[in-house]
């Protein structure tokens, strides 16, 4: 006779993990179908190799986004009371892992994602779960109070499911299309898809060339087409072949601008180049200090990295050769200010291949926050990244990840 699991689990990443082992500690017996070849593949890459399980500054009105105007209510109710980063550690501390603040982020102790993946395989090996690999569910019909979940070799059954098939990232990684497949399959409401948490392409300006390759640190805002300032936030900005990219842009994605405005001079104060210049000697009405003969790019290389300089001085219309004694003082300075409005119209979005998350996905008003339980298919529950919810950089997507799959193992 073929067993009938109390649940069976779809992917074995971050969130099918977790799930399968509150499910199984719950005392469900359940089984976890994997496409991949390993689980945990993604895992592995995360936080660089080093895995930012979560952050002591979680907040969940800041740190997450989604497509659903209500997506607050369900994350308050989702999140009701608790320390979101003390759960994840409580969780990880009963596994036999401790975790390191560097900073805000919060990593395992080992700084090493492989200790997380082989913890969490431990625990499940300790309860006798068994992980089928190379098994990608293709569909799932639901017969009485059974459903049959098929893959290319076999067919299963169970009394509950749980879609833990992850977003369309990464493909290298195992990010594809088929938890939505499933989804549509299935008639689940479904919000639009887009790559998160990667860089932008641009309308490339002139010069823009000069700058690839070039990391600076800044102020990004991100501007919606009404003109609208969405979202600011300090950090490295790097300029690539095609676009725009660093933690700060990837941010950005989750607000979905049309343009980005770079203050690359916050780093130093605007006092700086006013106390400097301020009258500062003048002849003929040009600058006379004792810069005068230096290169304008000389010059801005004093505050800023010569590729930028050199791009802020052709931008200006001068030449690579002219001096600051060639301009007046306010000219000088009204050179330097324009590295303090750098603004570049997008055009796009890196693609999913290089998109550390993917927004959109399960809307959230099918989700009942307290079991992931899909509130128009009973005995369905979702978890992760495959749900319109979208963590910012440092660990808010695992957080998401770890505690949906911890909340609906313990509700199947
Ligand atoms: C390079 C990189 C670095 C990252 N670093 C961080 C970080 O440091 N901190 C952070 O918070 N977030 C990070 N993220 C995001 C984070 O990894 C994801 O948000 C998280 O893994 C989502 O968990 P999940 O369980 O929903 O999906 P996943 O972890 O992607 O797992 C889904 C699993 O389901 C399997 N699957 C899919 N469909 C099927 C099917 N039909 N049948 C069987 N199996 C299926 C997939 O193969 C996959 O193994 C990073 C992402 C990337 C790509």
Known sequence: ????????????????????????????HVLVLEKNKKPGKKLYATGNGKCNLTNKLIDTRICYVSGNPDYERFLGAFFAGGDLCAAV???????????????????????????????MLDELKRFDVNIETSGEVTEIKKQDDLFFLKTASDTYSCKK???????????SLGGSESGYELCKGLGVEMTDTYPALCGFTINKPAHFELLKGLRVKGIVSSVHASGLTVRREKGEVQFTEDGLSGIVCMNA???????????????FSDDIADTFLAGAKEENGLYAGRFKDRTLIGFLNGYLPDKLCEYLVLTAGYERQTTCGELNSESLLSLIRSAADITFEINGLFGYEKAQVT????????????????????????TGELLDI?????????TFAFL?????????
């Open 1 to 28: 006779m073929k067993t009938i699991y109390d649940a069976i689990i779809i992917g074995a990443g971050a969130s099918g993990l977790a799930c399968a082992i509150s499910a199984a500690r719950s005392g469900k």
């Open 89 to 119: 550690c409580t969780f990880f501390n009963s596994i036999g892992i401790q975790t390191v603040a560097l900073g805000d982020y919060v990593y395992p102790a080992s700084e090493q994602a492989s200790s997380v993946v082989w913890a």
């Open 161 to 171: 499911v749980v879609l833990a098939t992850g977003g369309k990232s990464y493909p």
């Open 253 to 267: 994605t989750c607000v979905l601008p049309s343009r980005l405005s770079l203050n690359l001079i916050s780093a």
């Open 359 to 382: 927004a959109g996905g399960i809307d959230l008003s099918e989700v009942d926050p307290n079991t992931m339980e899909l509130v128009n298919h009973r005995g369905i529950h979702a």
């Open 390 to 398: 979208t963590g910012i950089c440092g660990g808010y997507n695992l």
């Open 404 to 412: 949906s799959g911890i909340r609906a193992g313990v509700s199947l």
